[in-house]
């Protein structure tokens, strides 16, 4: 580290470097011959006042500035500083641009010099950290970060990081560093120089033993084959006392551990039900420790058996905690060893092939696929599995990842040497070789649909999130199709002369292997194709927009929908003319598949190119057969099982249709297709039984009742001592009053309440038009310098980065919907108060209810006891469960729907969670009472 790299970080009055945004703080931390040899702290005098949250961010208040220096003062000892040197920052777009635009206004010149950012450099080098914000990557790295948000700690922090990723370059292989070269200029930072002399430095180097390199790439090897499964002879309740009893391998292993008779009950139901070859629905409660109760049985019964088990998650929140934290434990409790393997869908795992030939094209990139190629380059020397999951890419790199995917590369030769590098076959051989196989929903349906030819052999499995279990199997067995989904397809194929993949087969293919193929009408018919599904969706648009016309229906995510079968009633003429269209366009691309099977795609001689692209034929061929089989189904064959619907926005563009088909009913084919097939599937949540009865998850799941064990497991946290359940007397009648009314009740309630808990609140809706509109009353009304309003949809943010910002203030109110009623955990004192501001029903007119409840009514039953009711009932368990994370957990749960009381039908809701006092009363008692009981 011959060069000078000077490390800044400021603190300002606000995000930009315009008026009046002003430096508050200086700090500068120069590095030589890679030792830090100076440093530079001072306050400035903004001369405006400090906002307060920037106060409360960093401490730094305007009597800290009022005898402080101007930048003025300081700007010629700043510049001095960075004289011949890099300019090192943690997102250097922002301190570079307030400190030009303050020399700039002093009449200094601005600051020319090269650039590294570290927050791209993190990106590249550690792709892998689980996010990019200074704190998290000192975290990450294990750098001390004493007073964050303080401009000398944090230049400080940003130099020991700077280092540590100098430290990390230097580690790479030489053709990592190549390909990085070949993609610097697409980059922020002014990385030529230090590749270049890694480059060199390493040119002479021996290859990394852990690296496999091939086609220019370098990877990390793949790990050695698992070994044997011992026998075990001990029985299974001397197994269980060894870890569960007392002196017990639990007591040894956790810390500060309680045993928990619940959790032996459900590890000795699991194992009973594998042993009779019974399915079983298990419900446990929060605390049970479910995860680490099945786990136990399943690994016993496969090392026992020689079987494996499959364990399927709706969620890889719950697959990573389960390999990270579950998997770990188990192997420290058990007396032997065994297998677990994690194995996703092809759409999970990178095609190295793919990418190979991604850094060897020369389209131009735009910034994030530069991005992601470096940060792939880099991940690919540490990665074992090539699961994209185990990174974070920018948000338009997914679009070039799902280019580079297994699941683009169609069929691939078992001779290949790619075939043999693959991720995805690399994961299927561990699959095949583990005693316990993880998967998810998703993959466990797709399985199940395609005669079990996805996962290994199998006759027992545990399904964790069970309440999901119907919802995916019914998208897996339904369909979806909408424009940009056609016309990537199209694109990705092209017409002979753009320079995508038809252009480039037929470029390089000898001319006896395309003498029968005509470009002429290939173009011809193409432009002919994309003109139709344009018209197409065009006209499915607009007809959704004629039919909702007196009567819109918008759905919690604020599309308009509509419901329709292949022969529409209501579209008369226009629906005849919109079926006319779908048939014309399945000609056109029924004639797109002829012309392409005229290609002689047979291996030519020394040209790789050839077959390369060759072999993306059969993929192409099957994508355009794809479109027709959907549009088909859903214009053109009768189908009495299944429920069709159009979505649109109402204000997006004027093709963007959504298509979609579900079963009516999934439990037949779950029944026929999945239960009676295997011998002993589990299935557990914390939300299977309604009023202590399993029978509405055992009928919507089409398990046989005569062959089915059932167990509750309660909670341990003393949920009377614990919880208090608050419903208001007084507000506006949700359902006939003013919505404007109930919006305006409700949110003088979380003012209320927010002054009681301190915020600390979690604001559970049923849509986000009703958040939104909260969102807005409560931002006019609420002391926003005292509480942190956050909503989802509206504040930035992925619902994990929402959370964590609810939990990094002290006082703050989270508003969620949808993905927040369940998988949110924020245990302790973060969460004080969770209010639920409607009953979870789902709305009437959404098409899967609506033909559901038509089914239901054809069948002589109740629609809503039958569906609506135990939808909302298993909904509201999931919302009321986010309040109560652990033993020392204590908070309210704020109903506003005073139904859950009033209706005949309310006691399935509070007869449905664990018993706890209950306060029906005015808001002023209520709020009287929840201060008294805090």
């Given at each position: 580290?011959?060069?000078?790299?000077?490390?800044?970080?400021?603190?300002?009055?606000?995000?930009?470097?315009?008026?009046?945004?002003?430096?508050?703080?200086?700090?500068?931390?120069?590095?030589?011959?890679?030792?830090?040899?100076?440093?530079?702290?001072?306050?400035?005098?903004?001369?405006?006042?400090?906002?307060?949250?920037?106060?409360?961010?960093?401490?730094?208040?305007?009597?800290?500035?009022?005898?402080?220096?101007?930048?003025?003062?300081?700007?010629?000892?700043?510049?001095?500083?960075?004289?011949?040197?890099?300019?090192?920052?943690?997102?250097?777009?922002?301190?570079?641009?307030?400190?030009?635009?303050?020399?700039?206004?002093?009449?200094?010149?601005?600051?020319?010099?090269?650039?590294?950012?570290?927050?791209?450099?993190?990106?590249?080098?550690?792709?892998?950290?689980?996010?990019?914000?200074?704190?998290?990557?000192?975290?990450?790295?294990?750098?001390?970060?004493?007073?964050?948000?303080?401009?000398?700690?944090?230049?400080?922090?940003?130099?020991?990081?700077?280092?540590?990723?100098?430290?990390?370059?230097?580690?790479?292989p030489y053709e990592t560093i190549a390909h990085l070269l070949s993609l610097e200029k697409g980059l922020n930072s002014d990385l030529a120089a230090l590749l270049n002399a890694q480059k060199q430095a390493i040119a002479f180097a021996d290859v990394n033993d852990n690296l496999d390199i091939y086609r220019g790439l370098a990877f990390k090897a793949g790990s050695k084959a698992n070994p044997d499964p011992p026998n075990v002879h001990t029985s299974f309740g001397s197994f269980l006392d060894a870890i569960y009893e007392e002196e017990g391998a639990m007591e040894q292993h956790m810390a500060h551990y309680e045993k928990?008779?619940?959790?032996?009950?459900?590890?000795?139901?699991?194992?009973?039900?594998?042993?009779?070859?019974?399915?079983?629905?298990?419900?446990?409660?929060?605390?049970?420790?479910?995860?680490?109760?099945?786990?136990?049985?399943?690994?016993?019964?496969?090392?026992?058996?020689?079987?494996?088990?499959?364990?399927?998650?709706?969620?890889?929140?719950?697959?990573?905690?389960?390999?990270?934290?579950?998997?770990?434990?188990?192997?420290?409790?058990?007396?032997?060893?065994?297998?677990?393997?994690?194995?996703?869908?092809?759409?999970?795992?990178?095609?190295?092939?793919?990418?190979?030939?991604?850094?060897?094209?020369?389209?131009?990139?735009?910034?994030?696929?530069?991005?992601?190629?470096?940060?792939?380059?880099?991940?690919?020397?540490?990665?074992?599995?090539?699961?994209?999951?185990?990174?974070?890419?920018?948000?338009?790199?997914?679009?070039?990842?799902?280019?580079?995917?297994?699941?683009?590369?169609?069929?691939?030769?078992?001779?290949?040497?790619?075939?043999?590098?693959?991720?995805?076959?690399?994961?299927?051989?561990?699959?095949?070789?583990?005693?316990?196989?993880?998967?998810?929903?998703?993959?466990?349906?797709?399985?199940?649909?395609?005669?079990?030819?996805?996962?290994?052999?199998?006759?027992?499995?545990?399904?964790?999130?069970?309440?999901?279990?119907?919802?995916?199997?019914?998208?897996?067995?339904?369909?979806?199709?909408?424009?940009?989904?056609?016309?990537?397809?199209?694109?990705?194929?092209?017409?002979?002369?753009?320079?995508?993949?038809?252009?480039?087969?037929?470029?390089?293919?000898?001319?006896?292997?395309?003498?029968?193929?005509?470009?002429?009408?290939?173009?011809?018919?193409?432009?002919?194709?994309?003109?139709?599904?344009?018209?197409?969706?065009?006209?499915?648009?607009?007809?959704?927009?004629?039919?909702?016309?007196?009567?819109?229906?918008?759905?919690?995510?604020?599309?308009?929908?509509?419901?329709?079968?292949?022969?529409?009633?209501?579209?008369?003429?226009?629906?005849?003319?919109?079926?006319?269209?779908?048939?014309?366009?399945?000609?056109?691309?029924?004639?797109?598949?002829?012309?392409?099977?005229?290609?002689?795609?047979?291996?030519?001689?020394?040209?790789?190119?050839?077959?390369?692209?060759?072999?993306?034929?059969?993929?192409?061929?099957?994508?355009?057969?794809?479109?027709?089989?959907?549009?088909?189904?859903?214009?053109?064959?009768?189908?009495?099982?299944?429920?069709?619907?159009?979505?649109?926005?109402?204000?997006?563009?004027?093709?963007?249709?959504?298509?979609?088909?579900?079963?009516?009913?999934?439990?037949?084919?779950?029944?026929?297709?999945?239960?009676?097939?295997?011998?002993?599937?589990?299935?557990?949540?914390?939300?299977?039984?309604?009023?202590?009865?399993?029978?509405?998850?055992?009928?919507?799941?089409?398990?046989?009742?005569?062959?089915?064990?059932?167990?509750?497991?309660?909670?341990?946290?003393?949920?009377?001592?614990?919880?208090?359940?608050?419903?208001?007397?007084?507000?506006?009648?949700?359902?006939?009053?003013?919505?404007?009314?109930?919006?305006?009740?409700?949110?003088?309630?979380?003012?209320?309440?927010?002054?009681?808990?301190?915020?600390?609140?979690?604001?559970?809706?049923?849509?986000?038009?009703?958040?939104?509109?909260?969102?807005?009353?409560?931002?006019?009304?609420?002391?926003?310098?005292?509480?942190?309003?956050?909503?989802?949809?509206?504040?930035?943010?992925?619902?994990?980065?929402?959370?964590?910002?609810?939990?990094?203030?002290?006082?703050?109110?989270?508003?969620?919907?949808?993905?927040?009623?369940?998988?949110?955990?924020?245990?302790?004192?973060?969460?004080?108060?969770?209010?639920?501001?409607?009953?979870?029903?789902?709305?009437?007119?959404?098409?899967?209810?609506?033909?559901?409840?038509?089914?239901?009514?054809?069948?002589?039953?109740?629609?809503?006891?039958?569906?609506?009711?135990?939808?909302?009932?298993?909904?509201?368990?999931?919302?009321?469960?986010?309040?109560?994370?652990?033993?020392?957990?204590?908070?309210?749960?704020?109903?506003?729907?005073?139904?859950?009381?009033?209706?005949?039908?309310?006691?399935?809701?509070?007869?449905?969670?664990?018993?706890?006092?209950?306060?029906?009363?005015?808001?002023?008692?209520?709020?009287?009472?929840?201060?008294?009981?805090?």
């Open positions: 580290m011959n060069d000078k790299y000077v490390v800044i970080d400021l603190e300002t009055t606000g995000h930009t470097p315009v008026n009046p945004d002003k430096i508050i703080e200086v700090g500068i931390v120069v590095i030589e011959n890679g030792n830090i040899t100076d440093d530079f702290s001072t306050f400035l005098n903004p001369n405006i006042p400090i906002p307060p949250f920037i106060t409360h961010l960093t401490g730094i208040t305007d009597t800290d500035v009022r005898d402080a220096p101007g930048f003025q003062d300081k700007a010629t000892e700043i510049i001095d500083l960075f004289a011949d040197g890099y300019f090192v920052a943690h997102n250097v777009p922002f301190d570079l641009g307030f400190l030009n635009k303050e020399l700039a206004a002093g009449g200094f010149p601005e600051l020319q010099n090269p650039v590294l950012d570290t927050v791209e450099l993190a990106r590249i080098l550690y792709p892998q950290a689980p996010g990019f914000k200074l704190e998290q990557l000192a975290d990450y790295l294990q750098i001390s970060h004493d007073e964050p948000h303080r401009a000398i700690t944090d230049a400080r922090m940003t130099a020991k990081l700077f280092l540590a990723l100098w430290h990390k370059l230097r580690s790479l928990r008779s619940g959790q032996r009950d459900m590890s000795e139901a699991v194992f009973d039900a594998f042993r009779t070859k019974q399915h079983a629905l298990i419900e446990a409660e929060t605390g049970t420790g479910k995860s680490l109760a099945y786990l136990l049985p399943a690994v016993y019964e496969a090392v026992t058996t020689h079987k494996k088990i499959i364990i399927s998650t709706h969620t890889t929140q719950l697959q990573s905690q389960l390999l990270d934290e579950e998997v770990p434990l188990v192997r420290q409790l058990v007396p032997f060893p065994f297998n677990v393997a994690l194995l996703k869908g092809k759409q999970h795992y990178i095609s190295l092939d793919k990418f190979e030939r991604a850094l060897a094209s020369e389209q131009s990139d735009n910034y994030d696929i530069t991005l992601t190629k470096a940060m792939v380059l880099v991940w690919l020397t540490e990665t074992e599995t090539g699961d994209i999951d185990e990174i974070q890419l920018p948000s338009n790199g997914y679009v070039f990842y799902r280019q580079i995917s297994t699941e683009t590369e169609g069929s691939v030769d078992p001779t290949s040497p790619w075939f043999s590098r693959s991720y995805y076959q690399r994961a299927r051989r561990k699959a095949q070789q583990a005693d316990i196989v993880i998967t998810n929903h998703a993959l466990l349906c797709t399985d199940m649909f395609n005669d079990y030819q996805l996962l290994p052999s199998y006759d027992k499995a545990i399904i964790d999130e069970a309440h999901h279990l119907e919802e995916t199997a019914s998208k897996h067995y339904g369909l979806t199709l909408h424009y940009v989904y056609v016309q990537n397809i199209l694109t990705q194929i092209g017409e002979t002369s753009d320079g995508n993949w038809l252009g480039k087969l037929l470029q390089n293919m000898p001319a006896s292997n395309k003498s029968a193929f005509s470009e002429t009408d290939w173009n011809n018919i193409f432009s002919w194709t994309k003109y139709e599904v344009d018209e197409l969706f065009r006209m499915l648009f607009q007809y959704v927009i004629d039919q909702k016309k007196k009567s819109k229906s918008f759905s919690d995510t604020g599309r308009i929908q509509y419901r329709f079968d292949e022969n529409d009633h209501e579209g008369g003429q226009q629906w005849s003319v919109i079926k006319e269209m779908v048939n014309r366009l399945t000609f056109y691309l029924r004639d797109l598949i002829h012309l392409l099977s005229s290609l002689d795609a047979s291996p030519a001689a020394n040209s790789a190119v050839v077959n390369d692209y060759a072999a993306e034929l059969p993929k192409h061929t099957e994508a355009l057969q794809s479109i027709i089989d959907r549009l088909e189904k859903l214009f053109l064959l009768p189908d009495d099982y299944t429920v069709k619907w159009m979505e649109i926005e109402a204000y997006g563009a004027k093709n963007a249709v959504y298509l979609y088909s579900e079963s009516t009913d999934i439990s037949t084919l779950l029944a026929d297709d999945f239960f009676s097939q295997k011998k002993s599937i589990i299935l557990t949540s914390a939300t299977l039984s309604i009023r202590n009865s399993f029978s509405y998850s055992q009928k919507k799941l089409g398990l046989p009742p005569e062959n089915l064990l059932t167990a509750k497991i309660a909670s341990p946290f003393p949920y009377q001592d614990q919880v208090r359940l608050m419903i208001p007397n007084d507000f506006p009648d949700v359902r006939y009053g003013s919505q404007e009314a109930f919006i305006r009740a409700t949110c003088e309630a979380i003012i209320s309440l927010a002054h009681i808990t301190d915020g600390r609140m979690l604001v559970l809706f049923t849509s986000y038009d009703m958040l939104r509109k909260a969102y807005y009353l409560l931002r006019e009304t609420i002391d926003t310098n005292q509480y942190v309003l956050i909503a989802q949809g509206i504040s930035s943010g992925s619902r994990s980065r929402l959370k964590k910002n609810f939990q990094s203030f002290d006082q703050s109110i989270l508003l969620g919907t949808s993905s927040f009623w369940e998988g949110v955990d924020i245990p302790g004192q973060d969460l004080s108060c969770l209010m639920i501001v409607k009953l979870p029903f789902q709305p009437p007119d959404h098409p899967v209810y609506e033909a559901k409840s038509t089914y239901f009514k054809q069948e002589g039953k109740n629609a809503f006891f039958e569906l609506a009711l135990p939808d909302a009932v298993i909904r509201f368990k999931q919302g009321f469960g986010r309040l109560i994370r652990s033993t020392s957990d204590r908070g309210i749960v704020f109903v506003c729907d005073a139904r859950i009381i009033k209706a005949r039908y309310g006691r399935f809701f509070t007869e449905s969670i664990p018993a706890v006092p209950i306060t029906h009363d005015s808001t002023p008692n209520i709020m009287q009472q929840a201060r008294e009981w805090f």
